[in-house]
Structure formats: C-alpha cells, structure tokens
Nanobody
C-alpha cells in the first residue's frame, strides 16, 4: 500500500503559475509510475501528465508545452509545474500511482483505470 498526499493547489489568475506536489508514503520500496489527473465539475476525470517507471513523460495535448511533470525519487515526491494557466485548467487535481510491471502502463497512457492508488486531490482555480 502507498498513500498519496497532494498539495500546492490554489487560486490564480489566467496566465499565472502553480506547482503541485504529491508526497508518497507507505510502501515506497516498490517502484511506481505516477501521474496527475483532474476533474472539473460535471466532467469525467482525465489524465493530465504522467511519468513512468523509466522516467519517460507523457502529457495530454491540452497541457503540452505549459505543464511539466517531474519526480524526485529520493523524496518520494511527484511534481506538476503549471504555467500559462487557462480558465479550462480549473479542476480538482489528483495524484495517482501504478505499481511498475512488465508491459504497457495504463497510467502512463493517462487512463484512469491505471491508478492503483489515489490521493484526495487539490483544487486549482483559474480566474479571469
């Protein structure tokens, strides 16, 4: 079992920046693909960015070039640097982890089904 705790959300104006953090605790001896998902009211949860067990990154098209996902394995922490924020980025942002395994990673392909573990979420609100 691994527990995930997000932080860093808040309110920002259009064009602003925020950095989200996700601290993993518990069974961190295993390795995990990790990623960020978001859910706006009335919408499905969608994948935003992920980093796999080998360090490769993947982004949804709508954030490519604006968001950067990174991980610090020594600190068991995943980050999401968000720049040039838009109104449509407003959502509850979740951190997720998938235990590394042979074969394709669902989480790395930004599928919700890939999340073995989830955090409680941190709210990001972008205003005009």
């Amino acid at each position: 079992q691994v527990q995930l705790a997000e932080s860093g959300g808040g309110s920002v104006e259009t064009g602003g920046s925020l950095t989200l953090s996700c601290k993993a605790s518990g069974n961190t001896n295993k390795t995990y693909s990790m990623g960020w998902f978001r859910q706006a009211p009335g919408n499905r949860r969608e994948g935003v960015a992920a980093v796999d067990c080998d360090g490769a990154t993947n982004y949804v098209d709508s954030v490519q070039g604006r968001f950067t996902v990174s991980r610090d394995n020594a600190k068991n922490t995943l980050y999401l640097q968000m720049n040039s924020l838009k109104l449509e980025d407003t959502a509850l942002y979740y951190c997720a982890a998938e235990t590394c395994h042979p074969g394709p990673s669902l989480l790395f392909t930004l599928l919700v089904a890939g999340g073995d573990y989830w955090g409680q979420g941190t709210q990001v609100t972008v205003s005009p």
